[in-house]
């Protein structure tokens, strides 16, 4: 028995030092660069057997209450802002998302998780009155980018264009995937620049959605992001619509990079163009925006709510999202080392959940308090 005190001693060196040389996923990841498959293994191994994931589960890792609710991490995912950096954990989160290949739907459909949007439900609770049909795994994202880009400020604008190629701008573009929608399907004559901070997003994008067959969209890095002295890569006004969907912008407050990115969009914004800005956010930041963007010489000229569709959606998605999530995960061997890797699903499970306002998690359940409101606006730039 001797070899096997052996064997266990050698596999927990190995374990250890794996720990020691993975970057940590909360905070340590680089967003210029696009993870491999063999490298996401040794990062998510790496996360497994280190002491964060029991930190996530005591809840000792986490600094910062999130504010709402009365959360904890096991049971809803909940984690602050402040405990992790935005570049790192969607550093990893794109690329799982890049290298997971096809997933299949709880309808049988095949599809890629590149439609990773919250969205909401359109019509009636049952779907039946949906522009995409139930067997359709992204129908609520698409559902949510079709409507924000066909507001009805923003068509009668198109009516008005001498020039049939609408200029589109989208800043947190993450695959793009409502870009390819918007460039095929909804406005097929626009000329659409997407940008995002992460490579392994714009790689994707590149790959499946800005291809030859469709020439009028383009997908482009900015590293770390628009702001933080980052411009837009385009001309003074020179674009018809500026499109922020779901991203992580102005999801606590209205902050100081916040400011830099809606300043870029006056910058590049025609006079009388259109900043167009969905989420699900704090209804107090909608309250500040409504406040802050007039300073700009931005008007609004529409405000939805989306709010009750966009619970139905994650209700309606809840399967899908289910199974999306096992079957991402059950590509790492290590989900299936005893012990180790029971705790480790947990923890990943539920971050990814959160993330995607699963329900019972706390960004779900800060939707049905009404302290998050998904809201579609247009605000026109006064000429």
Known sequence: MAWLARLALLVVVIA???????????????????????????????????PVVGQLLTGQLLEEKTVGGDFDFEHDGDIANDDYA??????????????????????GVKYQFTFNTWG???GDDSGSEHPYPEQDPERFGKAAYRGLVTQPPALEYIKTLKDKNLQIV??????????????????PTSEYLALDMQQAAIDTCNERHATSDNSGLTCQIV????????????????????????????????????KDIFKEIVRVLKPGGFFLWGNAL??????????????????????????????VARDLDAPRVDSAIAEMLGQYPIMKLPY??????????????NFYRHPATALYKKMTTGYDSYMHQAWRLKK
């Open 120 to 122: 909401f439900n359109v």
């Open 170 to 187: 989208e800043i947190g573009c993450g695959t793009a995937a409502g870009a390819n929608l918007i460039t095929r399907e909804v406005h």
């Open 86 to 107: 935005q570049s790192s954990i969607y550093a990893v989160l794109y690329a799982m998302y890049k290298n997971a290949g096809n997933l299949t739907s709880p309808h």
């Open 340 to 353: 180790f890797g029971d705790r480790c699903n947990l923890v990943s499970e539920r971050l990814i959940a």
């Open 223 to 258: 590293p770390n992001g628009v702001g933080r002295g980052n411009p837009i890569p385009k001309p003074d006004n020179s674009v018809d619509f500026a499109v922020i969907s779901e991203t992580h912008i102005a999801d606590i407050r209205i902050g100081d990079i916040e």
């Open 16 to 50: 250890v030092l794996i720990a020691m040389q993975t970057p940590d996923v909360l905070n340590g990841l680089n967003s210029n660069h696009c993870h491999s498959k063999l490298e996401l293994q040794f990062i998510v191994s790496g996360f497994c057997l280190s």
């Open 282 to 311: 704090p209804t107090r930041v909608w309250n500040d925006a409504e406040q802050y963007l007039p300073t700009l010489g931005f008007e609004l000229a529409s405000n939805i709510n989306h709010t009750h569709g966009a619970i």
